[in-house]
């Protein structure tokens, strides 16, 4: 299975982008969706899941009413909602995939995009 995330750039503070994720090679709908991110000299933090019928989602605290992840399995694709960036949301962010009910955990998740680049300038 392949992941392309996209949306990233160089953005101001309380912008609200949307990051996307593309999959394909397999039935996207097998798989549950996860997104993380990567701050410099961090290490990688659990953003967001959401289950393979987009039925359920997860979040971490520090997120929880400001990012929204949603997917559309017509269109193979999940979603980041990020609203009201801050400087200290610059990051890599990246989606995950894994058969099966989605996780927390970023060593559940085997499938991994190549992430892109959020800068939040003051």
């Known amino acids: 299975v392949q992941l392309q995330a996209s949306g990233g750039g160089l953005v101001q503070a309380g912008v609200s982008p949307r990051l996307s994720c593309a999959v394909s090679?397999?039935?996207?709908?097998?798989?549950?969706m996860g997104w993380f991110r990567q701050a410099p000299g961090k290490e990688r933090e659990f953003l967001a899941t959401?289950?393979?019928?987009?039925?359920?989602?997860y979040y971490a605290d520090f997120v929880k009413g400001r990012f929204t992840i949603s997917r559309d399995n017509a269109k193979n694709t999940v979603y980041l909602q990020m609203n009201n960036l801050q400087p200290e949301d610059t990051a890599v962010y990246y989606c995950?995939?894994?058969?099966?009910?989605?996780?927390?955990?970023?060593?559940?998740?085997?499938?991994w995009g190549q992430g892109t680049l959020v800068t939040v300038s003051s």
């Open positions: 959401i289950s393979r019928s987009g039925g359920s989602t």
């Open positions: 090679g397999r039935t996207f709908s097998d798989f549950g």
């Open positions: 995950a995939a894994r058969l099966g009910p989605s996780r927390a955990s970023a060593y559940e998740y085997p499938c």
